[in-house]
């Protein structure tokens, strides 16, 4: 904190709730205030400590004139000798739990929050994702497992007369080998937009043509988002799951479905369920272990010769049938058509076209006429339409069409629902196309559970629950548009419609570790075919989480040079 004398205990108090707020955090996460030992006793602040029930720790001016602040300001600095009062004791608070052993470093709840200390000059908890300059590293977890830095959640806000700003003291794996983030001099920061932040211009970059060859194995198509999350408590934009499900309803029908696991499933109910919300008779439904159990199932039982992958998209399609000994071609779509599909791309010789729509990891829906236009006699359409839910209206949807010769259309309940642990994707084709597939899985593929939760999420209740997530999700997507759109280093995919945009930055791979030592996972792009290092795919999150992260990449940005 930082305060005039005479600072009203409630306009501190203010202060920090609004940066709290902005957070996503509540007075809860808050462990203690810090400011300049002349003001420590000030009423204001020595009152909103006992209000939250912290202390208030005071810094002479010299240790905070020490701490580089990346929004200096020449008022205080002629005042106290530091440019930010408020900036320098958050982070040199935060800093102090690094080296705090257990007590710093222990995971928790409260969010993003843990059970260390956050600065304000407020000080909240262990972060698992934060923006700002980082503190020297100390020992963080309990038995030195880790180490731990100090980054600002929030930069100095001010009110009348109080200045306020939020840091965290962040958990950091030691078997990364990054240089350890420094106190850094930062004279400007995009974020807060202060004034001389000098353009960047972007490396013009020649992307893929859109063409035609056999694949190589220079892209790791085995590799998912999940993997840049499973060992480390990070701030999730690498998996394309809607966070906070699956909901309650959901949770409980699935639960009380455990009395009955002494019984095989029983898929009849759930594919009927299935065929009425897509108004097709059961015999054009098969359900399966998610959309990846239909990859592999297409690419064993049907009899193909010339398969094609249209790409950038999710890479299990291909990887399923290189596994069973297909040699797959390719059809690379180019970032200055916007990676939009022209149909006249696809070999005509080939028998077996994929697809994603609205496709991942580029976001973009295609029309669906552009689609349909693929199908020829004798040939197989699959379209992976596992995000659909997240468009509004699903719009541009084939599901449930039979007048498309070949369509194969898969679809997933895990991203919407919360359900990647159960498994559970369904198939809709025409009755031979299923009846090869289904003679091709083992017997009882969906687990009962799994049936209970698709059933349920056919309900009227569900799909109207679905369609309003789908229209949050396109709110809160056009927020962290318009908040990477102020970087100049940065270009997104335009017209973006899933729960997740592509974002191009020259060295991103190196953006992204950044990334990490500040609490979040982005999910690579180099591993996608049509893309290289230099591109990152988001999920889209809540207002609050978004802020942080943009926070966040402004620091990577700016740390990266």
Not at 41 to 48: F, Q
Not at 466 to 471: C, D, K, Q
Request: net charge negative; aromatic share 4%.
């Amino acid at each position: 904190m930082g305060a005039r004398p005479g600072a009203a205990v409630d306009e501190v108090l203010a202060l920090v709730d609004a940066v709290l707020r902005e957070a996503g955090l509540t007075r809860a996460a808050v462990r203690s205030l810090a400011t300049l030992e002349a003001r420590a006793a000030e009423p204001g602040i020595a009152g909103a400590g006992a209000e939250l029930g912290v202390p208030v720790r005071g810094f002479p001016a010299g240790a905070l004139a020490a701490v580089p602040v990346p929004h200096p300001s020449a008022l205080p600095l002629d005042a106290t000798g530091t440019p930010s009062v408020a900036e320098a004791a958050a982070l040199l608070t935060a800093g102090g739990s690094a080296g705090a052993g257990a007590e710093g470093s222990t995971g928790g709840a409260e969010g993003a929050t843990g059970a260390g200390r956050v600065g304000s000059a407020t000080d909240a908890g262990n972060a698992g994702g934060a923006a700002g300059t980082g503190s020297a590293a100390g020992t963080g977890g309990a038995g030195g497992a880790g180490v731990a830095r100090a980054v600002l959640l929030v930069p100095k806000r001010k009110s009348r007369s109080v200045t306020c700003a939020l840091a965290a003291c962040v958990p950091v794996c030691p078997h990364e080998h990054a240089p350890g983030v420094r106190l850094l001099h930062l004279t400007h920061g995009y974020i807060a937009r202060e004034p001389g932040s000098p353009p960047t211009i972007p490396t013009p970059h020649t992307t893929a043509a859109m063409d035609m060859h056999t694949q190589s194995d220079a892209h790791d198509l085995r590799h998912h988002g999940d993997a840049e999350v499973r060992d480390e408590k990070l701030i999730d934009l690498a998996v394309n799951v809607r966070t906070n499900t699956p909901p309650d309803w959901l949770r409980k029908r699935i639960a009380d479905s455990l009395t009955g696991l002494a019984a095989y499933p029983d898929g009849r109910a759930a594919r009927a369920a299935v065929a009425v919300r897509h108004d097709l008779p059961p015999g054009r439904v098969l359900l399966t272990a998610g959309a990846a159990e239909a990859f592999v199932l297409l690419a064993r039982a049907l009899p193909v010769r010339r398969p094609v992958v249209v790409h950038p998209q999710f890479t299990e399609p291909e990887a399923a049938l290189r596994d069973a000994g297909h040699e797959v071609g390719r059809v690379l779509l180019r970032e200055e058509d916007g990676f939009r599909l022209d149909p006249a791309a696809v070999p005509e010789d080939a028998d077996l076209v994929v697809i994603g729509n609205p496709t991942n990891p580029t976001s973009v829906l295609h029309p669906a006429a552009s689609i349909a236009a693929l199908a020829r006699p004798g040939r197989t359409l699959v379209v992976d339409e596992a995000f659909m839910d997240a468009v509004p209206g699903e719009r541009e949807s084939l599901a449930g069409r039979t007048d498309v010769p070949g369509l194969v259309v898969l679809r997933s309940l895990t991203k919407t629902w919360g359900l990647a642990g159960l498994r559970i994707g369904y198939v809709l084709a025409e009755p031979e196309t299923i009846a090869l597939l289904e003679r091709a899985q083992p017997l009882w593929p969906v687990s009962t559970p799994a049936l209970v939760a698709a059933e349920a999420c056919m309900s009227r209740m569900a799909l109207a629950e679905a369609e309003h997530a789908a229209h949050r999700i396109g709110v809160e997507r056009a927020h962290l548009l318009a908040g990477l759109a102020e970087f100049d280093e940065v270009r997104t995919v335009a017209g973006a419609e899933g729960p997740f945009v592509l974002m191009r930055i020259d060295g991103a791979d190196a953006i992204r570790d950044r990334l990490r030592l500040l609490g979040f996972a982005a999910r690579r792009g180099d591993t996608f075919p049509g893309l290289d290092r230099n591109w990152l795919r988001l999920a889209v999150r809540d207002r609050a989480t978004t802020n942080r992260f943009l926070q966040a990449l402004d620091q990577a940005l700016l740390l990266n040079g």
